[in-house]
T-cell receptor
Framework: SQTIHQWPATLVQPVGSPLSLECTVEGTSNPNLYWYRQAAGRGLQLLFYSVGIGQISSEVPQNLSASRPQDRQFILSSKKLLLSDSGFYLC???????????FGDGTRLSIL | GENVEQHPSTLSVQEGDSAVIKCTYSDSASNYFPWYKQELGKRPQLIIDIRSNVGEKKDQRIAVTLNKTAKHFSLHITETQPEDSAVYFCATQGNMLTFGGGTRLMVKP
């Protein structure tokens, strides 16, 4: 069966520091991969999605970037974090279009 | 792009009562409609979904109805229990999966 792993579970970073969040999927090939951010008590904001290695689409212009160096690996990065980057970051995968998205356990990021 | 409106934003019911959450969407090309449940601090989990060639789908106490003509779909939870308390998100799949703003359901024992 397919599983999705996300780490770390929690992260506290100072303003201006870099960020790297990693997500990996097991048990499937060529998944669609997604990064979402969720502010406290709010909905899901799609940040990036990828349909294949090296293919990244950005939904919201900001100081974050994403990369997909391998088929089942999706990385969310920033060179300099802002206070507004705080939130709950969720990675998700899906198969073909019109298949459900399955979420990882998320990373709770706090910026000080 | 797609616009998904979800109502109500909060819903409080007594244990045993029914709960209904409604979503409307704008993109007539949307043809897949999942519902997610998110408990506090946890990841969203798919609880039920429906495709555009079906008008209703039921799974034990949970049902979803879809009216493609009117572009709305609803989640129905019967015989609610305290463990149903969570935030529920509807979503529609057009070019991308677009989520509603969420409904915080509170089931009072």
């Amino acid at each position: 069966s397919q599983t999705i792993h996300q780490w770390p579970a929690t992260l506290v970073q100072p303003v201006g520091s870099p960020l790297s969040l990693e997500c990996t999927v097991e048990g499937t090939s060529n998944p669609n991969l997604y990064w979402y951010r969720q502010a406290a008590g709010r909905g899901l904001q799609l940040l990036f999605y990828s349909v294949g290695i090296g293919q990244i689409s950005s939904e919201v212009p900001q100081n974050l970037s994403a990369s997909r160096p391998q088929d089942r690996q999706f990385i969310l990065s920033s060179k300099k974090l802002l206070l507004s980057d705080s939130g709950f970051y969720l990675c998700a995968w899906s198969g073909q279009r019109n298949q459900p998205q399955h979420f990882g356990d998320g990373t709770r990021l706090s910026i000080l | 792009g797609e616009n998904v409106e979800q109502h109500p934003s909060t819903l409080s019911v007594q244990e045993g009562d029914s709960a209904v959450i409604k979503c409307t969407y704008s993109d007539s090309a949307s043809n897949y409609f999942p519902w997610y449940k998110q408990e506090l601090g946890k990841r969203p989990q798919l609880i039920i979904d429906i495709r555009s060639n079906v008008g209703e789908k039921k799974d034990q106490r949970i049902a979803v109805t879809l009216n493609k003509t009117a572009k709305h779909f609803s989640l129905h939870i019967t015989e609610t229990q305290p463990e149903d308390s969570a935030v529920y998100f509807c979503a529609t799949q057009g070019n991308m999966l677009t989520f509603g703003g969420g409904t915080r359901l509170m089931v009072k024992p």
